[in-house]
């Protein structure tokens, strides 16, 4: 089973400033799909960016980035020039690739990070 | 482009009564449907999924219960519930190898 870590509980962040989540995980998988969620306090679950694993390059989804490192399983997200409406929970997941069983169909989510946002 | 229903947004029900949480989606056949259950500032617990008709996986041994009575239609149910079944949750659908999409939830007291 793969278990996905997120060790930063709550962040804080000056408006307009820079703010990287981490997120571990751990498999024998070599094809997966990674996924970054926010979760404002609409409690909405909104996907925020997505990460292949076989592609090198990192995804970038406007003032959104991963830095994807595959051999160290770490995937983080840079939040740029934060705005007050970037204050949510934050859930990293990951899915595998390849679906043999129904059990694989199932996503691992972390823990979350709650990051705020101040004016 | 698909969509997803969930239904109601805020339930309070007593101990003891019944439960009956629907979801639909639209726009798309045989999705993956799973549902969520989240404590206030907490975490996703997954409770069920289904990669199609008449296939329910649990997660967790509890009171609740799901089934897929329709290809697009997934509902969460409990016959007695528990004060610790309050919560959110949440339904969610995807194809193979996508995303979760997730409905916008149901905030459930159980009082």
């Known amino acids: 089973a793969q278990t996905v870590t997120q060790s930063q509980p709550e962040m804080s962040v000056q408006e307009a400033e820079t703010v990287t989540l981490s997120c571990t995980y751990d498999?024998?998988?070599?094809?997966?799909?990674l996924f970054w969620y926010k979760q404002p306090p609409s409690r909405q679950m909104i996907l925020v960016i997505r990460?292949?694993?076989?592609?090198?390059q990192n995804a970038t989804e406007n003032r959104f980035s991963v830095n994807f490192q595959k051999a160290a399983k770490s995937f983080s997200l840079k939040i740029s020039d934060s705005q007050l409406g970037d204050t949510a929970m934050y859930f990293c997941a990951f899915m595998k690739h390849k679906l043999e069983v129904s059990n694989d169909y199932k996503l691992s989510f972390g823990a979350g990070t709650t990051v705020t946002v101040r004016a | 482009s698909q969509t997803i229903h969930q239904w109601p947004a805020t339930l309070v029900q007593p101990v003891g009564s019944p439960l009956s949480l629907e979801c639909t989606v639209e726009?798309?056949?045989?999705?993956?449907l799973y549902w969520y259950r989240q404590a206030a500032g907490r975490g996703l617990q997954l409770l069920f999924y289904?990669?199609?008709?008449?296939?329910i996986s649990s997660e967790v041994p509890q009171n609740l219960s799901a089934s897929r009575p329709q290809d697009r239609q997934f509902i969460l149910s409990s016959k007695k519930l528990l004060l610790s079944d309050s919560g959110f949750y949440l339904c969610?659908?995807?194809?193979?190898?996508?995303?979760?999409?997730f409905g916008n939830g149901t905030r459930l007291t159980v009082t």
């Open positions: 969610a659908w995807s194809f193979t190898n996508s995303p979760l999409h």
């Open positions: 498999t024998s998988e070599n094809n997966y799909y």
């Open positions: 990460q292949e694993a076989y592609k090198q």
């Open positions: 726009g798309t056949s045989n999705p993956n």
């Open positions: 289904s990669v199609g008709i008449g296939q």
